[in-house]
């Protein structure tokens, strides 16, 4: 009886629908990926075991570095440019509608009003040398300016949770200033910004 020949079947796969789809993917990810915006000083944080996040919107961050400056920043280019518009009919800021808009697309800031204007019409590479030489926003009992910056801001955007991120140098009296800042502002709710502490440590 003769044998019955199966016939050879090629191995080989057609990927070409399987790469469609990898690139269709990468595609998706680089133009859906939101970039963490430039911070105008590096902080290092102090640690902690609190696993809580903050949300990804409505974020008010006042952040301190090392030498007590504060620097301050809301998300949202809208909730940005209603603020500079309202900090500007209070302290009679002669502003242009392309400093505005330049104004909203900054993250955070340390400018005191008296160099808002300047540092606004700066570039964004020369920004960086500003944000190393300026005092902060004043936030001391003699000129509070932080304190109108959060009333402004929680009147263009009545949903803003308060984050503050200090670095672990920065000494109590910088940090004692912006809370009791808040708490003059009646917000009595706000996050400290960590960095996760390591197990075992």
Known sequence: MPKVKVPRKSTSVDMTAMTDV?????TFFMLATKFKPDE???VDTPSSISEIKLPETDIMLITIDKQGRVFFGIDGQNTRAELLNRMSAKYKLQLTADEV????????FGAPIAQLKQYVSLKSEKRADFDKQTTGIPCDSLNNELADWIWQARLANNNLRVAIKGDRETSYKAFKNVVNTLQEKKVNRFNFITAMERAGE
Do not use: G, R, T
Not at 101 to 108: G, R
């Open 101 to 108: 808009k330049e104004f909203s697309l900054v993250s955070s």
């Open 22 to 26: 990898a690139f269709l993917l990468l």
């Open 40 to 42: 105008p000083v590096v």
